[in-house]
Protein backbone atom coordinates (compact mmCIF):
# COMPACT_ATOMS: atom_id res chain seq x y z
CA UNK A 1 0.00 0.00 0.00
CA UNK A 2 1.47 3.53 -1.17
CA UNK A 3 1.06 6.75 0.50
CA UNK A 4 -1.60 8.87 -1.55
CA UNK A 5 0.22 10.80 -3.80
CA UNK A 6 0.09 14.98 -3.63
CA UNK A 7 1.98 17.52 -5.15
CA UNK A 8 5.08 18.10 -3.39
CA UNK A 9 4.67 22.26 -3.98
CA UNK A 10 1.46 24.42 -4.60
CA UNK A 11 2.02 28.27 -4.61
CA UNK A 12 0.02 31.42 -4.91
CA UNK A 13 -0.46 34.84 -3.81
CA UNK A 14 -2.50 36.76 -1.15
CA UNK A 15 -5.91 36.20 -1.98
CA UNK A 16 -5.91 34.18 -4.71
CA UNK A 17 -7.64 30.09 -4.28
CA UNK A 18 -5.35 27.50 -5.19
CA UNK A 19 -6.32 23.66 -5.06
CA UNK A 20 -4.29 20.47 -3.57
CA UNK A 21 -4.92 17.02 -5.16
CA UNK A 22 -4.75 13.64 -3.64
CA UNK A 23 -4.63 10.84 -5.33
CA UNK A 24 -5.48 6.96 -4.69
CA UNK A 25 -7.54 4.38 -5.68
CA UNK A 26 -10.40 2.37 -5.29
CA UNK A 27 -9.38 0.40 -2.57
CA UNK A 28 -8.51 4.24 -0.64
CA UNK A 29 -9.91 7.52 -1.46
CA UNK A 30 -12.59 6.35 -4.44
CA UNK A 31 -14.26 3.46 -2.37
CA UNK A 32 -14.61 5.71 1.14
CA UNK A 33 -16.14 9.32 1.79
CA UNK A 34 -13.13 9.16 4.60
CA UNK A 35 -10.87 11.67 3.52
CA UNK A 36 -9.40 13.72 5.58
CA UNK A 37 -7.25 17.28 5.02
CA UNK A 38 -4.73 18.56 7.79
CA UNK A 39 -2.63 21.38 8.03
CA UNK A 40 0.91 21.28 9.85
CA UNK A 41 3.54 24.45 10.45
CA UNK A 42 6.87 23.83 11.09
CA UNK A 43 7.54 21.83 14.26
CA UNK A 44 3.80 21.87 15.21
CA UNK A 45 0.93 18.97 15.12
CA UNK A 46 -0.91 18.30 12.44
CA UNK A 47 -4.54 20.41 12.65
CA UNK A 48 -7.71 19.22 11.24
CA UNK A 49 -9.00 21.00 8.21
CA UNK A 50 -11.70 19.17 6.41
CA UNK A 51 -12.86 15.41 7.31
CA UNK A 52 -15.21 13.13 4.85
CA UNK A 53 -14.59 14.49 2.23
CA UNK A 54 -15.83 17.78 2.63
CA UNK A 55 -16.97 18.96 6.20
CA UNK A 56 -14.90 21.72 8.33
CA UNK A 57 -14.31 21.08 11.77
CA UNK A 58 -15.50 23.97 14.46
CA UNK A 59 -13.42 26.82 13.84
CA UNK A 60 -11.46 26.34 10.71
CA UNK A 61 -12.19 29.33 8.35
CA UNK A 62 -14.93 28.52 5.89
CA UNK A 63 -11.60 29.73 3.19
CA UNK A 64 -10.92 25.65 3.24
CA UNK A 65 -12.87 23.56 1.11
CA UNK A 66 -12.93 19.65 0.39
CA UNK A 67 -14.44 17.94 -2.40
CA UNK A 68 -13.90 13.91 -4.16
CA UNK A 69 -14.06 13.23 -7.39
CA UNK A 70 -13.06 9.21 -8.34
CA UNK A 71 -10.03 7.96 -6.92
CA UNK A 72 -8.62 11.99 -6.06
CA UNK A 73 -9.90 14.09 -3.13
CA UNK A 74 -8.68 18.01 -3.82
CA UNK A 75 -8.46 20.89 -1.18
CA UNK A 76 -9.26 24.54 -2.27
CA UNK A 77 -7.92 27.21 -0.32
CA UNK A 78 -9.87 30.53 -1.26
CA UNK A 79 -8.81 33.95 -0.23
CA UNK A 80 -4.95 33.17 0.31
CA UNK A 81 -3.29 34.30 3.57
CA UNK A 82 -0.04 34.43 4.94
CA UNK A 83 -0.51 32.06 7.64
CA UNK A 84 -2.17 29.36 5.21
CA UNK A 85 1.68 28.32 4.40
CA UNK A 86 2.47 25.43 6.05
CA UNK A 87 2.25 21.61 4.70
CA UNK A 88 -0.68 19.64 4.00
CA UNK A 89 -1.53 16.50 3.98
CA UNK A 90 -4.66 14.40 3.21
CA UNK A 91 -5.40 10.84 4.53
CA UNK A 92 -8.18 8.39 3.85
CA UNK A 93 -9.40 5.19 5.10
CA UNK A 94 -8.39 2.24 3.19
CA UNK A 95 -9.50 -1.46 2.56
CA UNK A 96 -5.90 -2.64 2.57
CA UNK A 97 -4.87 -5.25 4.74
CA UNK A 98 -2.03 -3.69 5.97
CA UNK A 99 -3.24 -0.50 7.05
CA UNK A 100 -6.03 1.53 8.62
CA UNK A 101 -4.86 4.90 7.46
CA UNK A 102 -3.20 5.84 4.32
CA UNK A 103 -1.56 9.39 4.64
CA UNK A 104 -0.84 11.70 1.13
CA UNK A 105 3.03 12.63 0.71
CA UNK A 106 2.25 16.14 1.54
CA UNK A 107 2.30 19.84 -0.18
CA UNK A 108 3.86 22.60 0.66
CA UNK A 109 1.60 25.74 0.41
CA UNK A 110 3.74 28.54 -0.31
CA UNK A 111 2.22 32.11 0.07
CA UNK A 112 4.12 34.69 -2.57
CA UNK B 1 -9.34 21.33 27.03
CA UNK B 2 -8.41 18.18 25.32
CA UNK B 3 -4.37 17.71 26.14
CA UNK B 4 -2.35 14.79 24.87
CA UNK B 5 1.18 14.75 26.42
CA UNK B 6 3.47 12.01 24.96
CA UNK B 7 6.90 11.48 26.92
CA UNK B 8 9.14 8.43 26.68
CA UNK B 9 11.07 9.26 23.32
CA UNK B 10 15.10 9.50 23.03
CA UNK B 11 18.38 8.15 21.76
CA UNK B 12 18.20 4.63 21.40
CA UNK B 13 20.85 1.97 19.79
CA UNK B 14 19.66 -0.30 17.36
CA UNK B 15 17.63 -3.48 18.42
CA UNK B 16 16.82 -1.23 21.52
CA UNK B 17 13.55 -0.70 22.89
CA UNK B 18 11.50 2.21 24.40
CA UNK B 19 8.52 2.96 25.90
CA UNK B 20 6.26 6.06 24.51
CA UNK B 21 3.56 7.06 27.18
CA UNK B 22 0.72 9.53 26.44
CA UNK B 23 -1.11 11.41 28.82
CA UNK B 24 -4.82 12.55 28.11
CA UNK B 25 -6.91 14.88 29.38
CA UNK B 26 -10.04 16.86 29.15
CA UNK B 27 -12.01 14.48 28.02
CA UNK B 28 -13.22 11.38 28.89
CA UNK B 29 -10.68 8.85 27.45
CA UNK B 30 -12.26 5.68 28.04
CA UNK B 31 -14.77 6.94 25.01
CA UNK B 32 -12.28 7.07 22.75
CA UNK B 33 -10.33 5.50 20.15
CA UNK B 34 -6.61 6.52 20.19
CA UNK B 35 -3.87 6.10 17.40
CA UNK B 36 0.14 6.79 17.09
CA UNK B 37 1.04 8.57 13.99
CA UNK B 38 4.78 9.18 13.02
CA UNK B 39 6.88 11.29 11.03
CA UNK B 40 10.34 10.92 10.17
CA UNK B 41 12.80 13.81 9.76
CA UNK B 42 11.61 15.83 7.05
CA UNK B 43 8.90 13.47 5.74
CA UNK B 44 5.50 12.95 5.37
CA UNK B 45 2.93 11.25 8.52
CA UNK B 46 2.65 7.52 9.00
CA UNK B 47 -0.11 6.09 10.31
CA UNK B 48 1.65 2.89 13.28
CA UNK B 49 -1.04 1.83 14.80
CA UNK B 50 -4.84 2.05 16.49
CA UNK B 51 -6.31 0.81 19.69
CA UNK B 52 -10.05 0.98 20.32
CA UNK B 53 -11.84 2.69 23.32
CA UNK B 54 -11.73 -0.57 25.20
CA UNK B 55 -8.40 -2.00 23.96
CA UNK B 56 -10.19 -4.80 22.50
CA UNK B 57 -9.50 -4.38 18.70
CA UNK B 58 -5.76 -3.33 17.90
CA UNK B 59 -4.32 -2.81 14.23
CA UNK B 60 -0.44 -2.37 13.51
CA UNK B 61 1.11 -0.80 10.25
CA UNK B 62 3.22 -3.75 8.41
CA UNK B 63 6.40 -1.77 9.14
CA UNK B 64 6.31 -2.75 13.12
CA UNK B 65 3.90 -5.89 12.89
CA UNK B 66 5.83 -7.76 15.65
CA UNK B 67 7.56 -4.93 17.21
CA UNK B 68 5.53 -2.59 18.35
CA UNK B 69 2.81 -3.13 20.88
CA UNK B 70 -0.02 -0.82 21.53
CA UNK B 71 -2.09 -0.60 24.88
CA UNK B 72 -3.95 1.72 27.41
CA UNK B 73 -4.83 2.52 30.55
CA UNK B 74 -8.38 4.00 30.89
CA UNK B 75 -7.99 4.39 34.75
CA UNK B 76 -4.81 6.00 34.32
CA UNK B 77 -5.92 8.07 31.05
CA UNK B 78 -3.21 6.95 29.30
CA UNK B 79 -1.56 5.45 26.18
CA UNK B 80 1.54 3.89 25.63
CA UNK B 81 3.53 2.28 22.57
CA UNK B 82 6.02 -0.65 23.12
CA UNK B 83 8.61 -0.21 20.72
CA UNK B 84 10.98 -3.30 20.30
CA UNK B 85 13.98 -4.21 18.20
CA UNK B 86 14.33 -0.54 17.25
CA UNK B 87 15.54 0.24 13.43
CA UNK B 88 17.08 3.37 12.20
CA UNK B 89 14.15 3.46 10.39
CA UNK B 90 11.85 4.45 13.28
CA UNK B 91 13.54 7.12 13.84
CA UNK B 92 10.77 10.05 14.11
CA UNK B 93 8.18 12.17 16.32
CA UNK B 94 6.01 9.74 17.48
CA UNK B 95 2.45 11.74 17.74
CA UNK B 96 -0.31 10.60 20.11
CA UNK B 97 -3.60 11.17 18.28
CA UNK B 98 -7.55 10.97 19.42
CA UNK B 99 -9.69 9.58 16.69
CA UNK B 100 -13.23 11.63 16.42
CA UNK B 101 -14.55 9.36 14.19
CA UNK B 102 -13.56 6.70 11.51
CA UNK B 103 -10.13 7.67 10.34
CA UNK B 104 -9.95 10.77 11.62
CA UNK B 105 -7.73 12.59 13.89
CA UNK B 106 -9.28 15.28 15.89
CA UNK B 107 -6.80 16.19 18.38
CA UNK B 108 -3.01 15.43 18.79
CA UNK B 109 -0.10 15.71 21.01
CA UNK B 110 3.43 17.87 20.55
CA UNK B 111 4.71 14.32 19.85
CA UNK B 112 8.11 12.49 21.16
CA UNK B 113 11.38 12.25 19.35
CA UNK B 114 12.60 8.98 19.26
CA UNK B 115 16.50 8.73 17.33
CA UNK B 116 17.79 4.93 16.46
CA UNK B 117 21.63 5.28 16.08
CA UNK B 118 24.41 4.05 17.50
Known amino acids: QSALTQPASVSGSPGQSITISCTGTSSDVGGYNYVSWYQQHPGKAPKLMIYDVSNRPSGVSNRFSGSKSGNTASLTISGLQAEDEADYYC????????????FGTGTKVTVL | EVQLVESGGGLVQPGGSLRLSCAAS????????MNWVRQAPGKGLEWVSY????????YYADSVKGRFTISRDNAKNSLYLQMNSLRAEDTAVYYC???????????WGQGTLVTVSS
Open chain 1, 91 to 102: SSYTSSSTLLYV
Open chain 2, 26 to 33: GFTFSSYE
Open chain 2, 51 to 58: ISSSGSTI
Open chain 2, 97 to 107: AREAMIVVVDY
